[in-house]
């Protein structure tokens, strides 16, 4: 690495919950939006409990910015399916004749930005830019129409196109299945002073479907393929000597991880992982220590102290690890907190010397909890140097010289308790009431975050 490499923080994006969250049971291989299917969610307390985790990662002094929710219900997509009439005349016929499909357009699921796309810092990239390609997620109806929104709210907040490329969704095909960054994992050597400014990208993949022979999922979808992240890798310009591709156990997919941040959370130079999670354990570990040099960290959780059950019910890997002064801490979701042997096993990750956690922050996430989306899935990671950082859209930027901005979290709060209803279950997104409510919602959060007209309604499409 040159010596006068630009220094790069990491910024943690995270969703904002959006008006219509509800559990729609939409994510088929999700044991937890399966379970939890029809039961009332809590939309206020939803997106308070997510801009709480913001606050406190921003009041701890780290990077934090924002990303809107998208508009839903999405009237754009019904029309494309051949509901016609009003707007309110749409919603009343999709919820007549394709309850479902109506549950589908409505869904908050923008909010697990972590699938929102897969980035590489200018370090890493040949061309000196900061790269994001946005995920297709096309294995599931509700998020495949995430994918041109979400492109176009992440041009709206990385405008300078000198130093940033967002890449448009890969193709849509059963062979370019990608879920972003949750199947992607940016490790490097731990410099001194706590940033670093070149990595290795490990791609975990669930099926390499040119591959017959291969070994693949038998109950549930395996939503990431090789062939996507090797596509991701490409757009990205990124070091062939420094990019590991490594299949996920088809086992732990059955078993409900959906994506690789199920089972395995990495940051700097630890990689945190169940001892199920990789297909072949040796080889993906070999190939992350020589790439990331004597400095990497595995850090193995053993089956027999946590089964790949529990850690799908209490989401120990999907903790975010940040890193402090200190050292690292895990971000964790209280459902870890109160489960014994989980707690145990994050006690005695912070209690050994040999690797650089040395604290743990709890958050209660239980409404995006209840869907399957943990602390990691409700960022996306970039990172940026300080020059890239001034180029991001000011009102998505909540933390600044290492202070949280109290100011645009206050607006952000209230601005929640203004619009969100207090509980919604999942016949209510019939009423078109609540289209009007979220639309009235997201044209004032447009305001508040300085972004001009992003919606489609905003616009009279
Ligand atoms: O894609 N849940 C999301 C959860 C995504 C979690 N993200 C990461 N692991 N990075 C999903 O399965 C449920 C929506 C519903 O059922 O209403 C949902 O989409």
């Given at each position: 690495m040159p010596q006068d490499a630009p220094i790069l923080i990491e910024a943690n994006f995270d969703g904002l919950v959006g008006p219509t969250h509800n559990y729609a049971g939409l994510s088929f291989g999700n044991v937890a939006s399966e379970s939890n299917t029809g039961n009332a969610s809590r939309p206020r307390d939803a997106a308070l409990q997510g801009l709480s985790k913001m606050r406190a990662l921003a009041e701890m002094g780290l990077l934090q910015g924002i990303i809107p929710p998208q508009e839903r219900p999405h009237i754009p997509t019904l029309r494309r399916l051949g509901f016609s009439g009003t707007d309110e005349q749409i919603i009343e016929k999709a919820a007549k004749h394709d309850p479902i499909l109506l549950a589908q357009v409505s869904s908050a699921s923008c909010m697990w930005t972590a699938n929102a796309a897969t980035v590489a810092p200018s370090a890493d990239s040949a061309d000196g830019r900061v790269h994001l390609t946005v995920a297709n997620?096309?294995?599931?109806a509700h998020r495949f129409i995430e994918g041109p929104q979400t492109a176009r709210i992440l041009r709206v907040i990385f405008p300078d196109r000198d130093r940033v490329t967002v890449h448009d969704p890969l193709p849509s095909a059963d062979a370019f299945g990608d879920e972003g960054a949750a199947n992607h994992t940016r490790l490097h050597d731990d410099l001194p002073h706590g940033q670093a400014s070149s990595g290795i990208h490990l791609f975990v993949y669930g099926s390499h479907h040119a591959d017959r022979q291969g070994q693949r999922p038998?109950?549930?979808?395996?939503?990431?393929?090789l062939e996507a992240s090797r596509a991701i890798a490409r757009l990205h310009q990124l070091d062939p000597s420094r990019t590991i591709f490594a299949q996920q156990h088809p086992d732990v997919i059955d078993a409900g991880a959906f994506h690789n941040d199920v089972v395995a959370v990495g940051s700097g130079p630890i990689l945190l992982y169940h001892q199920k999670a990789f297909l072949d354990e040796a080889a993906t570990l070999k190939a992350c220590r020589q790439a990331v040099g004597d400095a990497f960290r595995p850090i193995r959780v053993d089956d027999d102290r946590v089964s790949v059950n529990i850690a799908v019910a209490t989401?120990?890997?999907n903790s975010q690890l940040v890193r402090m002064d200190t050292g690292y801490a895990i971000i964790a979701p209280t459902e870890s907190r109160d489960h014994v042997s989980v707690r145990s096993e994050i006690d005695r990750i912070i209690a050994d010397p040999s690797n650089p956690i040395t604290a743990v922050h709890y958050f209660d996430l239980r409404e995006s909890m209840r869907n399957g989306g943990g602390p990691a899935c409700l960022r996306l990671r970039v990172p940026l140097t300080s020059t890239e950082q001034n180029s991001v859209a000011s009102g998505c930027i909540l933390s600044r010289d290492g202070k949280a901005d109290a100011a645009q979290f206050a607006r952000l709060e209230s601005w929640v308790r203004k619009h969100y209803r207090e509980t919604l279950i999942p016949r209510e997104i019939a009423d078109p009431k609540l289209m009007h409510e979220s639309r009235a919602a997201l044209d004032e959060l447009t305001q508040i975050l300085g972004l001009g007209s992003i919606y489609e309604f905003q616009r009279g499409q």
């Amino acid at each position: 690495m040159p010596q006068d490499a630009p220094i790069l923080i990491e910024a943690n994006f995270d969703g904002l919950v959006g008006p219509t969250h509800n559990y729609a049971g939409l994510s088929f291989g999700n044991v937890a939006s399966e379970s939890n299917t029809g039961n009332a969610s809590r939309p206020r307390d939803a997106a308070l409990q997510g801009l709480s985790k913001m606050r406190a990662l921003a009041e701890m002094g780290l990077l934090q910015g924002i990303i809107p929710p998208q508009e839903r219900p999405h009237i754009p997509t019904l029309r494309r399916l051949g509901f016609s009439g009003t707007d309110e005349q749409i919603i009343e016929k999709a919820a007549k004749h394709d309850p479902i499909l109506l549950a589908q357009v409505s869904s908050a699921s923008c909010m697990w930005t972590a699938n929102a796309a897969t980035v590489a810092p200018s370090a890493d990239s040949a061309d000196g830019r900061v790269h994001l390609t946005v995920a297709n997620l096309r294995s599931m109806a509700h998020r495949f129409i995430e994918g041109p929104q979400t492109a176009r709210i992440l041009r709206v907040i990385f405008p300078d196109r000198d130093r940033v490329t967002v890449h448009d969704p890969l193709p849509s095909a059963d062979a370019f299945g990608d879920e972003g960054a949750a199947n992607h994992t940016r490790l490097h050597d731990d410099l001194p002073h706590g940033q670093a400014s070149s990595g290795i990208h490990l791609f975990v993949y669930g099926s390499h479907h040119a591959d017959r022979q291969g070994q693949r999922p038998a109950r549930f979808p395996a939503r990431q393929t090789l062939e996507a992240s090797r596509a991701i890798a490409r757009l990205h310009q990124l070091d062939p000597s420094r990019t590991i591709f490594a299949q996920q156990h088809p086992d732990v997919i059955d078993a409900g991880a959906f994506h690789n941040d199920v089972v395995a959370v990495g940051s700097g130079p630890i990689l945190l992982y169940h001892q199920k999670a990789f297909l072949d354990e040796a080889a993906t570990l070999k190939a992350c220590r020589q790439a990331v040099g004597d400095a990497f960290r595995p850090i193995r959780v053993d089956d027999d102290r946590v089964s790949v059950n529990i850690a799908v019910a209490t989401y120990l890997f999907n903790s975010q690890l940040v890193r402090m002064d200190t050292g690292y801490a895990i971000i964790a979701p209280t459902e870890s907190r109160d489960h014994v042997s989980v707690r145990s096993e994050i006690d005695r990750i912070i209690a050994d010397p040999s690797n650089p956690i040395t604290a743990v922050h709890y958050f209660d996430l239980r409404e995006s909890m209840r869907n399957g989306g943990g602390p990691a899935c409700l960022r996306l990671r970039v990172p940026l140097t300080s020059t890239e950082q001034n180029s991001v859209a000011s009102g998505c930027i909540l933390s600044r010289d290492g202070k949280a901005d109290a100011a645009q979290f206050a607006r952000l709060e209230s601005w929640v308790r203004k619009h969100y209803r207090e509980t919604l279950i999942p016949r209510e997104i019939a009423d078109p009431k609540l289209m009007h409510e979220s639309r009235a919602a997201l044209d004032e959060l447009t305001q508040i975050l300085g972004l001009g007209s992003i919606y489609e309604f905003q616009r009279g499409q």
